[in-house]
């Protein structure tokens, strides 16, 4: 137990020191943001899911490879918050309310509605890519693709928890995140589980970009624990019991 206790403190210490400040003491006045998307995004799936509002979602939000580049990236931002019709509601508006807080506990608010778009978008290009390369090329996909939607808060909630993760230490977490995604496209290979994989490309350039240039994203406040700086003085967590 002790093993694996340092193994969770080694992985997880920095995220639970950084969220758990000031959840404490805003509680969820410290995520405004990530209760708006919630909020949104169930607005958004009880609209689409009456007679007279699904085309009117589908105007505002729905991104699909065949439509025109110009209208497709209006809708991008928006189709973030835009559920799939075909899974459980409950599930995207949980991962939002965790991943998207989070995040935004982590990165600040704008921060995180930044690399959420940077996922999403590298998802809706790489459609269009996918299918002038055709379903026989290596990453193409079917013509029957451009009339699916694109992935709405999936792409988005992935790009995030890989980002954070990789930024605040927990390496196994976004290798384990990765890895899922692979594996996800190696058993049902459709559009969402590929552009998973872009969204984790297009996230993949920002963690790069954020390790040449260190200014970028949130650096650790003075005295707060650090990876490698496991239990004890100045660690910032309680020393693990035996």
């Not at 210490?13 to 410290?30: D, H, N, Q």
């Not at 509002?53 to 589908?58: D, T, Y």
């Not at 600040?108 to 509605?113: D, H, K, N, P, S």
């Amino acid at each position: 137990m002790r093993t694996l206790a340092r193994w969770a403190r080694a992985e997880w210490g920095l995220l639970y020191v950084t969220v758990r400040e000031p959840l404490s003491k805003r509680r969820l006045r410290a995520v405004p943001m990530t209760l708006g998307a919630v909020c949104l995004t169930a607005l958004l799936q009880y609209v689409q899911n009456q007679t007279w509002g699904n085309q009117f979602v589908q105007n505002l939000g729905a991104v699909r490879a065949e439509d025109p580049l110009g209208p497709a990236l209006l809708r991008t931002p928006l189709s973030l918050f835009v559920p799939a019709l075909d899974l459980p509601v409950w599930g995207a508006l949980a991962q939002i309310l965790f991943v998207f807080g989070i995040a935004e506990l982590c990165l600040g608010w704008w921060r995180t509605l930044t690399i959420a778009y940077v996922a999403t978008l590298a998802g809706t290009l790489y459609a269009r890519v996918g299918i002038t390369l055709g379903p026989h090329a290596p990453f193409g996909l079917p013509g029957s693709d451009a009339q699916v939607v694109d992935t709405g808060p999936s792409a988005a909630v992935v790009g995030l928890a890989v980002f954070v993760s990789w930024r605040y230490g927990a390496y196994v977490t976004a290798g384990a995140v990765t890895l899922a995604m692979v594996v996800e496209v190696l058993l049902k290979e459709n559009l969402a589980g590929k552009e998973h994989l872009a969204a984790l490309m297009g996230v993949g350039t920002l963690c790069l970009v954020a390790a040449v240039r260190p200014r970028y994203g949130h650096r650790p406040r003075h005295g707060q624990w650090r990876p490698g700086r496991r239990t004890g003085r100045g660690s910032g967590l309680p020393p693990i019991q035996s």
